[in-house]
């Protein structure tokens, strides 16, 4: 029996790790957590039956305490940690936005548990001090992310010496073919091809979440920025490519659904029947390839700034971004001044190497300074 922790269980992607997971034989969630959606929380809770539960949102401890009877309840970011500590898991599924339950999962990599990885902002932000902890610790870290689950898919079988590039796709989200002056908040999140949470939405119509996993990509797969391509796939069939040295391309093709990664994450290197509808390539009328728009989308290019600067510079980039998304959310910032706001800052910001903490801190330095700006 395979034992899970999910972390970020009411969002997309752990909903959709639920159901995965109920399909499969010999595996058991034994702790979920939240942020704060506390009563979908307590809902999964009593259809899951988990040891443990953790809310991040601490004024909603006493909601689940009363609500859940015997499971034990926990909050913060040390009930994350505890979750690690006292549940005996296997693997644990990181689906949180931003760097929420860093400390549990540098725990978990300690305790050598399986990490999956949705959480792209974990390896932007603090990527060199995960990694190293992976290698020394001899843990597997899966990728959730399609495109970069593409990439490990076709990178098995121990081809890395012969890679020239891994390709990236994008569906080119919601303005691949319009103008993104005078956009309002519906048009921002009605994205053509994936139902995914707010903050991610956004980024796709931005392309900075393309930008992430352009860092992401660089940390799981020791690549340099300049052999990370990006190309526009509207399809969204193609999840990603890989180039070898010889010319040959492979690449991973497959119904868009984010079961599927969440899946082989969980249970690779076997392949097992999934929920998922199979692709039906005969009905494929078209795969579209295009080079991305950086004029119109520079969100792109900041973030192979980001990466090739380095030390601190990603955490920044990837602080300014949050929060300026969440100011856009919130109607106090246009779309169109995203990109504006985050160039802004890290303008404002010399790299500088440092340990977790660190970083925290000059994410925190990073989202003030956007409130500085905008309010």
């Given at each position: 029996?395979?034992?899970?922790?999910?972390?970020?269980?009411?969002?997309?992607?752990?909903?959709?790790?639920?159901?995965?997971?109920?399909?499969?034989?010999?595996?058991?969630?034994?702790?979920?957590?939240?942020?704060?959606?506390?009563?979908?929380?307590?809902?999964?809770?009593?259809?899951?039956?988990?040891?443990?539960?953790?809310?991040?949102?601490?004024?909603?401890?006493?909601?689940?305490?009363?609500?859940?009877?015997?499971?034990?309840?926990?909050?913060?970011?040390?009930?994350?940690?505890?979750?690690?500590?006292?549940?005996?898991?296997?693997?644990?599924?990181?689906?949180?936005?931003?760097?929420?339950?860093?400390?549990?999962?540098?725990?978990?990599?300690?305790?050598?548990?399986?990490?999956?990885?949705?959480?792209?902002?974990?390896?932007?932000?603090?990527?060199?001090?995960?990694?190293?902890?992976?290698?020394?610790n001899g843990v597997e870290?899966?990728?959730?992310?399609?495109?970069?689950?593409?990439?490990?898919?076709?990178?098995?079988?121990?081809?890395?010496?012969?890679?020239?590039?891994?390709?990236?796709?994008?569906?080119?989200?919601?303005?691949?073919?319009?103008?993104?002056?005078?956009?309002?908040?519906?048009?921002?999140?009605?994205?053509?091809?994936?139902?995914?949470?707010?903050?991610?939405?956004?980024?796709?119509?931005?392309?900075?979440?393309?930008?992430?996993?352009?860092?992401?990509?660089?940390?799981?797969?020791?690549?340099?920025?300049?052999?990370?391509?990006?190309?526009?796939?509207?399809?969204?069939?193609?999840?990603?490519?890989?180039?070898?040295?010889?010319?040959?391309?492979?690449?991973?093709?497959?119904?868009?659904?984010?079961?599927?990664?969440?899946?082989?994450?969980?249970?690779?290197?076997?392949?097992?029947?999934?929920?998922?509808?199979?692709?039906?390539?005969?009905?494929?009328?078209?795969?579209?390839?295009?080079?991305?728009?950086?004029?119109?989308?520079?969100?792109?290019?900041?973030?192979?700034?980001?990466?090739?600067?380095?030390?601190?510079?990603?955490?920044?980039?990837?602080?300014?971004?949050?929060?300026?998304?969440?100011?856009?959310?919130?109607?106090?910032?246009?779309?169109?001044?995203?990109?504006?706001?985050?160039?802004?800052?890290?303008?404002?910001?010399?790299?500088?190497?440092?340990?977790?903490?660190?970083?925290?801190?000059?994410?925190?330095?990073?989202k003030q300074m956007v409130?500085?700006?905008?309010?």
């Amino acid at each position: 029996m395979k034992r899970v922790i999910l972390l970020g269980s009411t969002g997309s992607i752990g909903c959709n790790a639920i159901k995965v997971i109920k399909q499969l034989k010999n595996f058991k969630i034994v702790g979920i957590a939240g942020y704060t959606n506390h009563q979908m929380l307590i809902t999964q809770a009593k259809d899951i039956k988990p040891k443990m539960v953790t809310i991040m949102d601490c004024q909603y401890y006493k909601n689940l305490k009363k609500d859940l009877g015997r499971i034990q309840i926990r909050c913060g970011e040390q009930g994350i940690t505890d979750m690690v500590e006292n549940t005996n898991a296997d693997i644990i599924i990181c689906a949180f936005a931003s760097s929420i339950g860093i400390s549990g999962i540098v725990r978990a990599i300690e305790k050598k548990m399986r990490i999956c990885l949705a959480t792209k902002e974990i390896l932007v932000s603090f990527g060199d001090i995960i990694m190293d902890s992976v290698k020394k610790n001899g843990v597997e870290l899966l990728p959730i992310d399609s495109e970069h689950s593409a990439i490990y898919q076709c990178l098995e079988g121990n081809r890395g010496n012969n890679v020239k590039s891994i390709i990236l796709t994008a569906s080119g989200g919601p303005f691949l073919n319009k103008s993104i002056k005078n956009v309002i908040k519906s048009d921002v999140l009605n994205h053509p091809v994936w139902k995914m949470g707010a903050k991610i939405t956004v980024d796709s119509a931005t392309m900075m979440n393309k930008g992430l996993e352009i860092i992401e990509a660089h940390h799981l797969f020791n690549l340099p920025a300049e052999r990370i391509n990006v190309v526009i796939h509207p399809e969204a069939i193609c999840h990603s490519l890989v180039q070898f040295v010889d010319g040959t391309l492979l690449a991973q093709l497959s119904t868009p659904d984010m079961k599927l990664p969440i899946q082989y994450a969980l249970t690779a290197p076997k392949r097992l029947y999934s929920i998922v509808k199979n692709l039906d390539i005969a009905k494929v009328k078209n795969l579209t390839f295009l080079p991305p728009n950086l004029k119109k989308f520079p969100c792109l290019k900041y973030a192979y700034d980001a990466l090739k600067l380095g030390k601190s510079m990603p955490a920044v980039l990837n602080a300014a971004n949050e929060e300026t998304v969440k100011l856009f959310l919130e109607d106090k910032l246009k779309f169109s001044e995203i990109p504006n706001i985050i160039k802004k800052v890290m303008n404002k910001h010399t790299p500088k190497k440092g340990n977790i903490d660190f970083y925290l801190k000059k994410e925190e330095w990073s989202k003030q300074m956007v409130r500085s700006l905008v309010c």
